[in-house]
């Protein structure tokens, strides 16, 4: 349990300064599209964590780094990632995602602060889905700066093909350089 405090913590602060550092970042050239609807009863479910950009909250996961959303009686989206770290111990976090916009839209915001903490916009850090299959099972995720990448699949592996395609999107289509971009391992 102290290792999803410590995970819950962590995120907490992510999203406090995702909301700083997005302020104080200079604007990127072109604003980053995102796809153009969410279908969120389609998009719930487990996602396996491909690929990312990698990032402090999640240097402690070294493999099995997924995420399962389900949507909540009130609307909003239960968030539960896990993964696994160095010594083989398993460590989860629990938050929530809202979308930003109507029904449909693409952009949603997560938290993983305490729900008392929900009134502060900076707990809260961007989650826009910008790439997604026809099928739903192959999504890219970023924020507005482009500081965050995650490549996301239903299964813990993806076609070479389908993964390259998705990696032409995201430079062609959304300006990434993908230098930096981490495969991550499954076992």
């Given at each position: 349990?102290?290792?999803?405090?410590y995970i819950?913590?962590?995120?907490?602060f992510y999203c406090l300064q995702n909301s700083v550092m997005a302020q104080s970042e200079p604007k990127t050239v072109a604003p980053i599209k995102t796809i153009a609807s969410l279908d969120v009863v389609r998009y719930q479910?487990?996602?396996?964590?491909?690929?990312?950009?990698?990032n402090w909250f999640q240097r402690k996961c070294i493999a099995d780094t997924n995420a399962t959303y389900k949507i909540k009686e009130d609307g909003n989206v239960s968030v539960t990632?896990?993964?696994?770290?160095?010594?083989?111990?398993?460590?989860?976090?629990?938050?929530?995602a809202r979308q930003i916009g109507d029904s449909t839209s693409p952009k949603l915001e997560v938290r993983f602060a305490p729900a008392w903490l929900a009134f502060l916009p900076q707990?809260?850090?961007?989650?826009?889905v910008i790439?997604?299959?026809p099928e739903y099972q192959l999504a890219a995720v970023s924020d507005p700066g482009r500081k965050y990448l995650w490549i996301l699949s239903r299964t813990k592996t993806v076609e070479p093909k389908k993964?390259?395609?998705?990696?032409?999107?995201?430079?062609?289509?959304?300006?990434f350089s993908l230098e930096q971009?981490?495969?991550t391992p499954q076992n």
């Open positions: 349990m102290k290792k999803t405090h819950i913590g962590l995120l907490a479910g487990t996602w396996y964590e491909i690929a990312k950009f990698p990632n896990r993964c696994t770290f160095e010594n083989n111990e398993k460590g989860e976090a629990l938050g929530t707990v809260w850090g961007d989650y826009w790439d997604i299959d993964y390259q395609a998705l990696l032409g999107r995201l430079v062609n289509d959304n300006g971009l981490s495969l």
